[in-house]
């Protein structure tokens, strides 16, 4: 009798052992072999019920702040939550299965971007600070976005691009204020757009002696027009210039010198 009650225990105990591990088997592994992008990789996507592993190379993660999941249309999955280790990411949620793409703060000067973690390979873009053009991309650019998406990027850059043409067109040229003590040539060298500044000592226009345009706009809503040089785009780092006089008249933002358009 005490034997049978053993043998029943022991079996009792397999099957409770066995229904655990069952548990524990991933629904779906992904396993990947992508090249690292600055030192950042993920080596394996574990598909659970209730939950999402995803185990990246060696402290890629080291300080995360956010982390947003995203299903295969790249819509947000909300009522996530998550936990974070130098190399993993545990998400748990019961849609843990539709879960295709994520986004990582990993801190201020980093984030990573990843799609289709649900396939043979993924594709990743790591974006970190560059003092000189603030967060720049690195990775999989041409695989990372659809080509739909491609293409309407390409159209707002093409847009951006004829905006920004129109409002250098209404400054460039060469500008001298009366006395000849501060001369503006705006043009074009090797393709991109500049002000180089020469003025007389004591002037004080506020204006270094080169501006590289990054950015430029136009609001036509001011009084007069009001043209705004960014030669920052990222940092914001931006000069105002005001026409007048049917545009041939020019005048710097923190200045009262006024100068007039002679070319």
């Known amino acids: 009798m005490k034997k049978t009650i053993l043998v029943t225990a022991l079996m009792?105990?397999?099957?409770?052992?066995?229904?655990a591990c069952d548990k524990e088997k991933p629904l779906k592994t992904y396993t990947y072999n992508h090249e690292e992008i600055l030192e950042i990789?993920?080596?394996?996507?574990?598909?659970?019920?209730?939950?999402?592993?995803?185990?990246?190379?060696?402290?890629?993660?080291?300080?995360?702040?956010e982390v947003v999941c995203y299903d295969d249309n790249f819509k947000i999955i909300e009522d996530v939550d998550y936990s974070v280790a130098k190399d993993k990411i545990t998400i748990h949620t019961e849609s843990a299965s539709q879960i295709s793409g994520l986004y990582i703060r990993v801190n201020f000067d980093k984030e990573i971007n990843v799609r289709y973690l649900d396939s043979d390979n993924y594709a990743m873009i790591v974006y970190t600070w560059a003092d000189d053009i603030g967060m720049m991309p690195n990775g999989d650019l041409d695989t990372y976005y659809t080509e739909k998406e491609k293409e309407e990027r390409a159209e707002r850059e093409a847009e951006l691009e004829a905006a920004e043409a129109k409002a250098f067109s209404l400054i460039e040229g060469v500008w001298e204020n009366d006395e000849k003590t501060l001369r503006l040539e705006i043009m074009y060298?090797?393709?991109n757009r500049v002000i180089k500044v020469y003025e007389e000592e004591g002037v004080g226009?506020?204006?270094?002696?080169?501006?590289?345009?990054?950015?430029?706009?136009?609001?036509?809503?001011?009084?007069?027009?009001?043209?705004?040089?960014?030669?920052?785009?990222s940092w914001g780092a931006a000069y105002s210039f005001y026409l007048s006089d049917n545009n041939t008249k020019l005048q710097y933002y923190n200045s009262e010198i006024v100068l007039e358009k002679i070319q």
Do not use: H
């Not at 019920?49 to 702040?65: H, Q």
């Not at 036509?220 to 920052?232: G, R, T």
């Open 12 to 19: 009792v105990i397999c099957m409770c052992l066995m229904t």
């Open 189 to 191: 060298v090797d393709e």
């Open 205 to 233: 226009s506020g204006l270094p002696a080169e501006i590289p345009i990054d950015g430029i706009s136009v609001n036509e809503e001011s009084e007069p027009v009001e043209v705004i040089v960014y030669d920052n785009v």
């Open 41 to 65: 990789s993920i080596e394996k996507t574990s598909v659970y019920s209730d939950r999402l592993l995803i185990e990246f190379s060696e402290d890629s993660l080291y300080g995360a702040e």
